[in-house]
């Protein structure tokens, strides 16, 4: 049987990337049907501050989250003052991090699916008196969900992997914000190799049998 020293880490970041994963599907749905059908002042800026952690080390990520929701932060601050919750070193900012820097890739993704959906679909509909939450529900993520599927396993094989962001606003706490790419950073600096290997091994192996029934998936809906 595996010991709590492996199984802890490894359900830890099941937890979060399970609930972030959740959270950047429901924005990415959202901001992607936003950008891709309306535009408003500054839509260009606030698209580039939406992605900008996909090409940002991840360090500079948590930093900056740290500056948000530490406890003197825009956001902590409130959080601290008005509802007494602090977030900083919990799994709460585990699953932050993990949304912020996972959230460009479901975005991206869904984004571009809705972009190739020809617009002839959604006018027909129309013309046959359908409103535009029926046009969105039964054509629109239909049409699409080939890239809603594929951004749901990068975001969630990316919130796996999470490793800067989170070590900088959740911290490495054994049993409570251990995650496993932090277990297998702490395995290697104290020379746990074999704990180290085994983490290493689950994660690659799981990652693997995501993308390979992801790719059979895609083959199998492009064939029908």
């Known amino acids: 049987m595996i010991n709590t020293d492996i199984l802890s880490p ?14 950047t599907l429901i924005l990415g749905l959202v901001l992607a049907h936003i950008f891709t059908k309306y535009d408003f002042v500054f839509k260009d800026a606030i698209e ?40 900083i070193f919990t799994w709460i900012a585990g699953c932050v991090a993990a949304v912020v820097v996972s959230l460009p890739l479901m975005y991206q993704s869904i984004k571009s699916s809705f972009m190739s959906i020809d617009p ?8 046959l008196g359908k409103n535009e939450w029926e046009i969105f529900f039964k054509i629109t993520l239909p049409l699409a969900l080939p890239g809603i599927i594929s951004g749901v396993v990068l975001s969630f094989s990316r919130a796996i992997g999470e490793f800067g962001a ?11 914000t251990e995650t496993i790419p932090l277990a297998i950073y702490y395995a290697v600096e104290s020379n746990n190799r074999p704990k180290a290997n085994l983490l290493m091994g689950i994660v690659i192996g799981f990652s693997f049998i995501n993308i390979l029934l992801l790719n059979k998936w895609l083959k199998k809906k492009k064939v029908n």
């Open 10 to 23: 490894i359900l830890l970041s099941l937890k979060i990337a399970l609930i972030s994963t959740s959270v």
């Open 48 to 87: 580039v501050l939406l992605t900008l952690p996909m090409t940002l080390p991840p360090t500079i990520v948590g930093y900056l989250l740290l500056l948000v929701f530490g406890r003197k932060g825009p956001i902590g601050s409130v959080l601290n003052n008005v509802f007494g919750i602090n977030i």
């Open 120 to 127: 002839i679909y959604e006018k027909a509909a129309r013309t």
């Open 166 to 176: 989170t070590l900088m606003i959740a911290g490495n706490i054994p049993g409570k």
